[in-house]
Nanobody
């Protein structure tokens, strides 16, 4: 049973930074390394939206709203995915979810919600103005 556990959320002022972590368990290291991983977010009343995706070969893709501010990375040895969030804005306020995809695509930009089959419980990020 794959488990994803997010951490690192909290309350921060606009312009500040947070680093989210997602620790995976219940899968072999090589299997984790071969999976695409993503961060999604969901604000109250909104649909869940993709924030960033990272493939096994470290190719990445980002939502236009976070490009240049957020960085997704992975440490396969630790079976952990990170989301470094800089220059945070109030509109970044949401619950952030980590997700795993077993689907193999050549481009990170081709991933969508339906490609992800395992999800964490989410971590709240609140950005005050």
């Amino acid at each position: 049973q794959v488990q994803l556990v997010e951490s690192g959320g909290g309350l921060v002022e606009a312009g500040g930074s947070l680093r989210l972590s997602c620790a995976a368990s219940g899968m072999f290291l090589a299997f984790f390394a071969s999976n695409a991983m993503g961060w999604y977010r969901q604000a109250p009343g909104n649909a869940r939206e993709l924030v960033a995706v990272i493939l096994s070969g470290d190719k990445t893709d980002y939502a236009d709203s976070v490009k240049g501010r957020f960085i997704i990375s992975r440490d396969n040895a630790k079976k952990t995915v990170y989301l470094q969030m800089n220059s945070l804005k109030p509109e970044d306020t949401a619950v952030y979810y980590c997700a795993r995809s077993r689907t193999s695509k050549s481009l990170a930009s081709n991933y969508n919600l339906g490609d992800f089959d395992s999800w964490g419980q989410g971590t709240q990020v609140t950005v005050s103005s």
